[in-house]
């Protein structure tokens, strides 16, 4: 199972284009990937590609010339990650000049009346499971490496307001979004919730505490606030974990119909979970949880097509909320968007929860 793993990270890497021409999320998701197998299993290919990407993307004094500066935008963060392992392993400045860059960009980044960052530009007074993991580990590890820790209690203060407002006690789960005025038509208007609770956006949350959790390792209050979230949301989304160890799209719906077992976010599950537990974040029993996530992912959703190349199959290709009348937040919603395999959404994680996986 190991090996079949491998050998689809090593096939799908050397085939892999960038996502998108600007920089880009879901490039960033494959860099996580290749950072973390990097230092799991020592392979130089995963080092490579992520040092190959930077060096042409970042120019000689720091500047992202294909970064989009149209709006803002919480995703643009999430590639700015691998520009800390690019400084670490070649100590050129330039990378430490385009992480200001990003930086910047936060400094002046619109926010709700509560402190927590819009999730877009184009989605005003809204905060997003989706951008907790894009920004918020990107934010701590700046912090603990160029700011002192500084701003560590505005982190944790959007980690507590997104437990306020996105937590429904009667599920233990998390909806997707939460629009602050109350005027978008898929919050309720008495809550500003979303009415559904979508696996991957729980899934960016959990990495996005598990991330900051070890970005913040030296801060005893922030580990404190972080671990209790993270404790609860882990036990809350376990309670819908199937027998084959998947979890589905609609986390709390298994028997509606068309509902399905989603990859992106089992594999972000999966990663979180074991993750948790080498950063003594979790209690030890909780491993075995995201063991049989990842074995069921590479027993049920990794495949060998005819082209005798591995794929990751089940993945939703993307899903969101408005704007406007678009994207409602239903079930019925969620379950109409592309099914489809081999996207990086879903392969950046499976190769982040295959590197937790490799050091069990």
């Known amino acids: 199972m190991r090996n079949d793993a491998l ?24 860099l996580k990937g290749c950072v973390d197998l990097f230092r799991a299993c ?35 963060c999430n590639a700015g990650k691998a520009l800390f392992f ?17 930086m910047d960009r936060l400094a002046r980044y619109p926010r709700c009346a509560c402190g927590n960052f819009w999730h877009k530009e184009r989605y005003p007074w809204q905060i997003w499971l989706d951008g907790l993991y894009m920004v918020q580990p990107f934010y701590a590890r700046y912090e603990m490496c160029f700011d002192e820790g500084r701003q560590v209690p ?31 038509p898929w919050a309720n208007k008495e ?7 979508w696996l991957r956006s729980m899934g960016w949350y959990l990495m996005a505490l598990a991330d900051c959790i070890a970005e913040l390792a030296e801060n005893k209050e922030a580990i404190a606030c972080l671990t209790a979230l993270f404790r609860e949301a882990v036990d809350g989304i ?20 068309g509902n399905y077992t989603e990859s992106s976010g089992t594999a972000m599950v999966a990663c979180a979970i074991m993750r948790g537990v080498r950063l003594g974040a979790l209690d030890e029993s909780r491993r075995s949880y995201g063991i049989r996530a990842f074995e069921g992912l590479c027993r049920e959703k990794l495949i060998k097509g005819a082209d005798g190349r591995w794929h990751l199959k089940d993945i939703c290709r993307v899903a969101g909320l408005g704007p406007g009348e678009k994207r409602d937040g239903s079930a019925a919603y969620y379950l109409s968007e592309e099914i489809c395999e081999d996207d990086a959404k879903g392969v950046g994680p499976f190769m982040m929860a295959l590197s937790e996986y490799l050091k069990v």
């Open 86 to 102: 690019a400084l670490d392993e070649t100590g050129d400045q330039r990378y430490r000049w385009a992480i200001e860059q990003h």
């Open 191 to 197: 809550t500003g919730k979303s009415p559904n609770f």
């Open 7 to 30: 050998t689809f990270a090593r096939e799908y890497l050397d085939t892999y284009t960038d996502y998108k021409q600007y920089w880009n999320y879901e490039d960033g998701c494959v």
């Open 238 to 257: 376990l309670r819908y974990q199937g027998e084959s160890g998947l979890f589905y799209q609609l986390i709390d719906l298994p028997n509606l119909k």
């Open 42 to 76: 020592g392979e130089q290919a995963f080092r490579d590609y992520v040092l190959a990407y930077c060096d042409r993307r970042v120019g000689k004094y720091g500047a992202i010339d294909n970064y989009d500066y149209r709006e803002f935008s919480a995703d643009a």
């Open 154 to 184: 505005d982190i944790l203060n959007q980690f507590q307001n997104v437990r306020k407002f996105l937590f429904v006690d009667e599920k233990q789960l998390y909806v997707h979004g939460y629009d602050e005025k109350r005027v978008q």
